[in-house]
């Protein structure tokens, strides 16, 4: 039989039917006289002047389930097919590169809209603070990956999230640009997850609720994993400031997330609604009398109910009290001694952070002394504020102490001592330092951060990555909550990153925590909108627990917040300073205390089983269309794809 450029041309010669089997010439003209002109389809899928009922099912495309069609077809290049190229596979080569060539080109529009839709939503966070934005990005994203397979929706994700991750997490590249694109990778995967879910749930009826249910779902896999998660850039923090932050006081952060997910994905839902309105504009019958096409009302519902979805979530928060009023009081003082150089080399000399510290509290003594300021009850300084252990260097414990007898009150004093019972290892504490008996109740920070204050698998990545030698010991995690009776006040201590968690400020609340302290050092970095970032969980734990959080920072940002999450107070980065202040304290726990974890566990246990439902669908969807008899359409496209073989 020939083959290639010779059977096109005896095809055209000899007319449409020539050199074609009688048996695939007979079914193809049954499948003419059988089939009738198939209709339109609309924008969901739907046959336009047929009803769906009637319309018979199609095949779907290896690939798509039920979206678009990714198949490529090979195209013929001077005649020949890619299978008879020559022995050397060349041809089959050049089929696969024209198809990722297809491939690039179909998906490129949609992955730019999905990085540009990533870097949009970082600048939802400090320092910029555009909350707005976090609900159009998930409103974006949403759209993006509506009617995409699992696989188109992952990718889709994916190119969502690294920009994004790479634009929130740059204030990392202190420690290395390395640092920040690995990490905004790992993180990514979860925003892969997220996108694939998105997809496969977008076939399902009621689809912006469960991809509002997925969002808090992925939120709650990567406070979690690996190496007990990192929360940073949940949606709940870009909200701080917004009409869902008093939701914090019902049921968390979670709830928080979930309600500006639920506005962003009603709003994608309600402009999806517009688009078929404006779709369907065009075919509707003139009306008599204005000769304008005219749409039913019916046709309005849609855009109607998510429009309502999206103002409901919105304002709900605006019904929630925020509950403010104090049962006592304590007079407070805050010290910001400020370090030698911002950076990775933040220590400087040996008490030179120490130092800084005592001499501003000797100031505030004088000042007191003088009438100048009124004296606290009580003082806190940050996080590593004591750049030596006081407990092994006699010359730290003689500067705390001179300190804390100037003063006349307890101080809260932060610094890194040695484990008392394994060798190497270092304690993160915050303790409460008595001008006469000295050094007293301690809290150890729970939560160290990993390749941070310890290195996982230390032995075998330490030759790989030689800058993890730098961390010469790790950190040794406390076992217990952080409420120390500090002077009259009963204090709940929370060091540095641990305020991102949502179990560890709330188990110290309900702990009896009357306020809570919030000990970090962001020196290193400093005046990259890391302690902005961090300074907005401050507000958000306020109102989710209702109490007021005091954040003590060797360089800034050293604040004071209401109970309601107002910044009261606050200080500018690498000046030191004191912050003077009445700091409420309250008794009553809110309601997101007492149920805890179980809204973030419930919300995002229906994400989970709306995926595995829609999942199920899909599969049984396909089952069933394998045991459905083949159309005429179905016929005459197995007889050419048979005759096309026969060809080759």
Known sequence: MPSGSETTAASAADGPTAGRPKGVEATERAATRETPEAPAENGDGAHDGAPASTSAPSAPSPGSEG???????????????????????????????????????????????AAVAGIALALAFPPYGLWPLSLLTVAALSLLTRRRTARQGAWTGFAFGWPFFTMLLKWLHVVGWDAVLGLAFIESLFLAALGAALAVTSRLPLWPLWGACLWVAEEWARDRVPFGGFPWGRLAFANTGSPYTPLAALGGAPLVTFAAALTGTALAAAA?????????????????????????????????????????????????????????????????????????????????????????????????????????????????????????????????????????????????????????????????????????????????????????????????????????????????????????????????????????????????????????????????????????????????????????????????????????????????????????????????????????WVIAMVGVLACAGAWYAGRRGRTDHRHTPPTAQTRQSDARRKQEGQQR
């Open 67 to 113: 979206g678009e069609d990714l198949r490529v077809e090979p195209a013929d290049r001077g005649g020949k097919s890619e299978h008879t190229d020559g022995p050397d596979g060349r041809g089959a080569r050049g089929g696969r590169l024209r198809r990722l060539g297809d491939l690039i080109r179909r998906e490129a529009p949609r992955t730019a809209g």
């Open 272 to 600: 999806l609604a517009l688009w078929h309105l404006r779709a369907t504009r065009g075919t509707a019958a003139p009306d008599a009398e204005s000769g304008r096409r005219a749409l039913m009302p019916r046709a309005l519902v849609p855009v109607a109910a998510a429009l309502a979805l999206a103002t409901g979530a919105t304002v709900a928060g605006y019904a929630v009290p925020v509950p403010t009023e104090a049962d006592d009081s304590a007079d407070i003082a805050v010290v910001q001694g400020n370090v030698e150089q911002p950076g990775m080399n933040f220590l400087g000399r040996p008490m030179k952070i120490l130092n800084n510290h005592v001499e501003a509290t000797l100031d505030l003594a004088h000042r007191i002394k003088a009438g100048k300021a009124d004296k606290p009850d009580l003082v806190i300084w940050p996080e590593n504020s004591s750049d030596l252990d006081p407990y092994r260097w006699p010359e730290a414990r003689e500067r705390i102490d001179q300190a804390a007898k100037a003063v006349g009150v307890p101080i809260l004093v932060g610094a890194l001592v040695d484990h008392p019972g394994t060798k190497g290892y270092v304690e993160n504490q915050g303790i409460v330092w008595d001008p006469r008996k000295g050094p007293g109740k301690s809290y150890t920070k729970q939560h160290p951060v990993p390749f941070g204050e310890y290195v996982p698998f230390r032995d075998e990545l330490s030759t790989v990555i030689t800058r993890l030698q730098q961390i010469p010991r790790d950190f040794w995690p406390g076992d217990h909550s952080g409420v120390l009776q500090t002077g009259p006040a009963r204090l709940g201590d929370v060091i540095c990153f641990e305020v991102a968690y949502d179990e560890i400020p709330r188990d110290t609340v309900n702990a009896g925590a009357r306020a809570l302290v919030v000990q970090t050092n962001n020196a290193t970095y400093g005046r990259t909108g890391q302690p902005e970032q961090q300074l907005v969980m401050s507000k958000l734990r306020a109102v989710e627990h209702g109490r007021a959080v005091v954040t003590a920072a060797t360089s800034g940002i050293s604040s004071v917040v209401g109970p309601d999450g107002t910044i009261r107070q606050r200080t500018q980065e690498f000046e030191r300073d004191v912050l003077s202040a009445k700091l409420p304290l309250r008794d009553e726990i809110t309601t997101a205390d007492r149920v805890g974890a179980v809204p973030e």
